[in-house]
């Protein structure tokens, strides 16, 4: 009997396919775990949604971060994910030689309606065992914000968030690495 194993993908071979020709943006394609993976179409609200939030951190923050939307982050687990929003240390140009690693990003977000369990299940996971240690789940559907904090593995070896707190419309939440500053949900939550 032949076993058939799809093939994985280093993220050198990732940056080899895209650099070929073999991918562009156009194929909405990210690596998750050395598998290509294709990103579900953003909907009005989530992208309404994203715009604010990029406004809204870029104003609080200013030139103390750097804010990137829909860009991606590399990661030591095979993966070069896309966050809707990444808050990473440093300048712009400190991200030309490659994209932020795990120790210069400071919080990672995604804005989830009809991607809420993939979000809460595998980018949750990828995330965790990479040691990104804020981790904002913006879920449209539900009106509120989860804000998953410090990343552990248990004992069967699955990487999960030992903290989970909800946060709702009405509510501000302070921005991790930059209190006091906080944000605004009632301009996100909409």
């Not at 070896?157 to 707190?165: A, R």
Request: glycine share 6%; proline share 7%; charged share 25%.
């Amino acid at each position: 009997m032949t076993v058939v194993t799809p093939k994985r993908f280093t993220v050198d071979e990732y940056h080899r396919l895209i650099e070929l020709g073999f991918l562009t943006e156009e194929d909405k394609i990210e690596l998750i775990r050395g598998e290509l993976i294709e990103m579900i179409a953003k909907g009005t609200p989530h992208t309404v949604c994203g715009s604010i939030l990029c406004r809204q951190l870029d104003r609080l923050l200013g030139d103390r971060a750097v804010i990137r939307g829909q860009d991606p982050i590399t990661l030591p687990n095979n993966s070069e994910p896309e966050p809707d929003v990444v808050i990473a240390r440093g300048t712009d140009e400190d991200y030309l030689p490659h994209h932020p690693y795990p120790e210069d990003i400071l919080l990672v977000i995604e804005i989830s309606d009809r991607t809420l369990d993939y979000d809460q299940t595998t980018k949750l996971e990828i995330y965790a065992e990479a040691g990104i240690i804020n981790y904002w789940i913006v879920n449209l559907n539900g009106r509120q914000l989860q804000w998953y904090q410090n990343p552990y593995q248990n004992a069967q070896g699955k990487y999960n968030y030992l903290s989970v707190q909800v946060y709702l419309p009405l509510q501000s939440i302070l921005i991790p690495g930059f209190e006091p500053i906080s944000l605004d949900l009632s301009r996100v939550l909409l």
